[in-house]
């Protein structure tokens, strides 16, 4: 099956014949999962799609030597797990800019933007979660792509990361981990329990929900949706008029706010507000999109550019949620990287 033909997003641009269709067809069907079992592995959207790209182009490559002991479903997740170990190797995690540190004064500069490569980055809902899904598998997925998340699990060593959600994400069985990574089902519950102890440590609300029931995250799913899209509408409304008080009364009272690829980071009502009718006042006038990133709220702003006024891509805001209120205002400022990752033009035309 081997074969030099040219690719396109990892497979034949022109399969040969009706067999090579059909298999280029079985693989794509798994695009979108395997994009978010990337995703949460690397933490990057863009590296991410590398890591599939380079998992399809090595499977359509290797098809001859799969012998149909395993479904394709899990040669591919064989695949893109090396493929992820080799990309993370002995790099930095990638982070947040609250684990770099306390939390910064309204009254500081931004500073001086820090490399791409130090920081979490957003994901588009629709590259990573599969449409197939039950209401409870969604939920799972949506929980296990939030920024806290996958966040935690870059605190993990990356093949005690690579069982954690195969185990708890994808319900492998730990024989079945074993092989994969070429170690023992001791080794395997082994290394389960360690990561779930430094996930309850970092005390991330989503590691709560993996370990649930799947009727407990249903209903959790329907609830936070109903949430989310009513406070989103009332954030999108008070940006919009760039009313500081109104977007104030929206946080909860340990609202944080970042704006990678800065390390600074706010903590606290008063601090953001400062911050808004402060270097933020500028905000004023933007034009906001409503998008969903990392199984949350968001937004697109565009924010009217100096001195024409025209609006030009200015960040992605995504809203993590608790007790119906704002906890983390998340400000992705690399706009002209990730707006066309969430399919967005780079010009705004009102």
Known sequence: MADDRPLVNGLPAKPASVEDRELSQRMEQHRVELTGYCYRMLGSA??????????????????????????????????????CLSMV??????????DFGPAWS??????????????LEPVPDGLVLPKSESPAERML????????FVAALQLLPPKQRAALILHEVLHWKASEIGELLGTSVASVNSALQRARATLSAH???????VFSTP????????????????LLGRYVEAFARWDVESLVSLLHEDATLSMPPYALWLRGPDQLRKWWVGPGSKCAGSHLVELSANGLPAVAQYKPSEPEGKLLPFAIHVLELEQGRIVGHNSFLDAVRLFPLFGLPLTFAP
């Open 141 to 148: 997925s949506r929980e296990t792509i939030r920024l806290a």
């Open 46 to 83: 863009f590296e991410a799609e590398d890591a599939v790209q380079e998992t399809l182009v090595r499977a359509w490559r290797a098809f001859d030597e799969f012998e149909g002991r395993a479904s394709l479903r899990s040669w591919l997740y064989r695949i893109a797990t090396n493929v």
């Open 89 to 98: 190797g002995a790099r930095q995690r990638r982070a947040r800019p609250m």
């Open 203 to 209: 005390g991330s609300e989503s590691e709560q929900a």
């Open 215 to 230: 009727a407990a995250r249903a209903a959790r799913g329907a609830e936070l949706a109903r949430e989310e899209q009513a």
């Open 106 to 119: 309204a009254d500081s500069s931004l500073g001086t933007a820090l490399d791409e490569a130090t920081w």
